[in-house]
């Protein structure tokens, strides 16, 4: 089956711990992105990558850090000057087409303990 | 700076009956506009796309229409069922093209 694959479903974080969500891709899609999503809140970009070995700041990647050293990996890893991680967040790719339609993976529930 | 707005939190209607979610846009001309279907602790879902040159586009029971005078996209789904029940985005890219931009989404829910 080709997808998107983000492991675990659910994590849970100490204060002052980092973190690591993982994102792992089939599609043979360049392009790669995270989202965090609040409730009552949109899909907000912390990071996206466009290409192996290249990554971009989105809206919200204080906190945040990534790597790109595969095209299938995408992870993201929260650390510990994210004050308020509790959070679903989303891993997406698409294959570079124009229209940039995204797929998405199940999403990672974060919370603090 | 772009914004999107989709202008009700919360849908509630009958099933059988017609539901519109509608999706404003301010700061920009979009080439696409994008909607996605979210049930609850899942990602995302694509269901379409459509360009500024077209007015209309079907899918199934699924409608799309684009006014780029108004800067709107409303959402149709016509004869719906309690499956529709889910939270709907709406999505455009920023203006690099580099990322897509998403509203907060209408949470809908259909009642048999």
């Known amino acids: 089956d080709g997808g998107i694959t983000q492991s675990p479903k659910y994590l849970f974080r100490k204060e002052g711990q980092n973190v690591t969500l993982s994102c792992e891709q089939n599609?043979?899609?360049?392009?790669m992105y995270w989202y965090r999503q609040d409730p009552g809140q949109g899909l907000r970009l912390i990071y996206y990558?466009?290409?192996?070995?290249?990554?971009q700041k989105g809206d919200i990647a204080e906190g945040y850090s990534v790597s790109r050293e595969k095209k299938e990996s995408f992870p993201l890893t929260v650390t510990s000057a994210q004050k308020n991680p509790t959070a679903f967040y989303l891993c997406?790719?698409?294959?570079?087409?124009?229209?940039?339609?995204?797929?998405f993976g199940a999403g990672t529930r974060l919370s603090v303990l | 700076s772009q914004k999107i707005e989709q202008n009700s939190e919360a849908l509630n209607i009958q099933e059988g009956k017609t539901a519109t979610l509608t999706c404003n846009y301010t700061?920009?001309?979009?080439?696409?506009l994008q909607w996605y279907r979210q049930d609850p602790g899942r990602g995302p879902v694509f269901l379409l796309l459509?360009?500024?040159?077209?007015k209309e586009k079907r899918k199934e029971r699924l409608k799309v229409t684009f006014d780029t005078t108004l800067k709107q996209s409303l959402f149709h789904i016509t004869a719906s069922q309690p499956a529709d029940s889910a939270t709907y985005l709406c999505?455009?890219?920023?203006?690099?093209?580099?990322?897509?931009?998403f509203g907060k989404g209408t949470t809908l829910s259909v009642s048999s």
């Open positions: 997406a790719s698409n294959n570079g087409g124009q229209q940039n339609i995204q797929y």
């Open positions: 599609l043979n899609h360049d392009a």
């Open positions: 990558s466009q290409i192996v070995n290249d990554f």
């Open positions: 700061n920009y001309s979009p080439a696409y």
């Open positions: 459509i360009r500024e040159n077209e």
């Open positions: 999505a455009l890219h920023n203006q690099a093209g580099t990322a897509l931009i």
